[in-house]
Nanobody, 121 residues
Framework: VQLQASGGGLVQPGGSLRLSCAAS????????MGWFRQPPGKQRELVAT???????NYADSVKGRFIIFRDNAKNTVSLQMNSLEPEDTAVYYC????????????????WGKGTQVTVSS
């Protein structure tokens, strides 16, 4: 299973970016999907997650500014980031919990390669 992320870049404060991530490979079912980030010199932190049923969870720091959504048919998850702040500068990672076969459930956590988001004037 591979997760391919895209959409990072340089944006001015107050601007917007959309990150997208597609899961591919030997997939039976994709459960929770989400985005995490690692600011410079800091640990990786949760940004937002979404269940297969559409329930969303956001970090307090991004509530009201970021929106996570997914397409279950395409196994994709996206993050619309609005009103970006310099503090949002980080490497962003997509994440998915995937089961690769039917039968007893085994969910495996997969990570995509990070994509850099830089918010600067």
């Amino acid at each position: 299973v591979q997760l391919q992320a895209s959409g990072g870049g340089l944006v001015q404060p107050g601007g917007s970016l959309r990150l997208s991530c597609a899961a591919s490979g030997s997939i039976f079912r994709v459960d929770d999907m989400g985005w995490f980030r690692q600011p410079p010199g800091k640990q990786r932190e949760l940004v937002a997650t979404i269940t297969s049923g559409g329930s969303r969870n956001y970090a307090d720091s991004v509530k009201g500014r970021f929106i996570i959504f997914r397409d279950n048919a395409k196994n994709t998850v996206s993050l619309q980031m609005n009103s970006l702040e310099p503090e949002d500068t980080a490497v962003y990672y997509c994440n998915a919990v995937v089961s690769t076969s039917p039968g007893p459930y085994i969910g495996i956590n997969y990570w995509g390669k990070g994509t850099q988001v830089t918010v600067s004037s």
